[in-house]
């Protein structure tokens, strides 16, 4: 069943993902050459504690960390570490959320470490941030969830590749419902699979985490010992964007970005909806 959300719910999640767009602004400028992955979740548990927030991710399914610090060929769920030390060159996905009084904001973000970055990984992250965009811009009353996916696969589908070949679409993980429980139904794919129909359709008061996974070759992935951690099985690098978006009688509302997705959804004609705490 998919939860759906009044007015002043929605409210609720819109300061939830406002702490979360404040860890991911805290965790960009401590994400430099020399840092630990360990470092940023501690970054990140200051500004949850500053803001009076609790963790999601901390204990969830047994994860050890307030974020997940996703570097190189890591796709998501990677786990902050003293040992893994940021150099010159890396990239590194991030993906944290926060819970105020029971609801629930996730988000996540690509970004360089350091200078130096091969053009290819540039266009990645650009790719998979613009197929977020394009898969918000998606969510509009009366579609359904698979226009959500399509829109998603098309826009990557249509980016030419730098040196040939095409992105990995990673296929075992995708976004979610979310609200009172960080993932809840319906499961959304990041391509078209007919074999899973429509989906439902979008009302007024529908939320999801949209969270495209590309990679620079396969879209297979694997889970390392830890049972954590996500890799593609080639080794290829990967970048991994999010936003938490909820659907209004006055469009969509990017809960998780600072102006709620106004100056993207701009770019697509779209009009974000009244920001419920400005």
């Known amino acids: 069943m998919v939860q759906i959300k009044t007015p002043e719910q929605i409210a609720k999640m819109r300061e939830a993902g406002l702490v979360v767009a404040a860890i ?3 965790t960009r400028e401590a994400a430099v050459p020399g840092a630990t992955t360990k470092d940023l979740d501690e970054v990140a548990r200051k500004v949850l504690a500053e803001h009076n927030a609790k963790p999601n991710f901390l204990g969830y399914g047994g994860f050890p960390a307030t974020i997940c610090t996703s570097v190189n060929e890591v796709v998501v769920h990677g786990i902050p570490s003293d040992d893994v030390v ?3 060159g890396d990239i590194i996905s991030i993906d944290c959320g926060a ?8 988000a996540a973000y690509t970004a360089f470490v350091g200078s130096g970055h091969a053009p290819e990984l540039i266009e990645l992250s650009r790719v998979t941030e ?3 965009w394009a898969g918000i811009a998606a969510m509009k009353l009366g579609n359904r969830l698979v226009d959500v996916s399509r829109a998603i696969e098309t826009y990557i589908r249509r980016q030419p590749k730098p040196g040939g070949g095409k992105y990995g ?20 794919l990041n391509y078209v699979d007919r074999r899973r129909g429509k989906g439902p359709k979008l009302v ?15 879209p297979r992935t694997e889970v390392l010992s830890d049972d954590w951690t996500v890799i593609t099985t080639d080794g290829t690098w990967s970048s991994h964007w999010e936003h938490s978006v909820a659907l209004t009688e006055e469009g969509p509302l990017v809960l998780t970005a600072p102006d709620g997705g106004r100056v993207k959804l701009a ?12």
Not at 99 to 106: E, L, R, T
Request: charged content about 20%; hydrophobic content about 40%.
């Open 267 to 278: 770019e697509y004609g779209i009009t974000a909806a009244p920001d419920p705490l400005a």
């Open 24 to 26: 991911h602004a805290a």
């Open 99 to 106: 819970i105020v009084d029971g609801w629930h904001g996730d």
């Open 169 to 188: 679409i990673i296929e075992d993980y995708g976004g979610h419902g979310i609200g009172t429980e960080m993932h809840m139904d319906p499961h959304l």
């Open 204 to 218: 007024p008061g529908f939320c999801l985490a949209i969270e495209p996974m590309v990679s620079l070759g396969t």
């Open 130 to 132: 613009e197929s977020m």
């Open 86 to 88: 940021l150099k010159d």
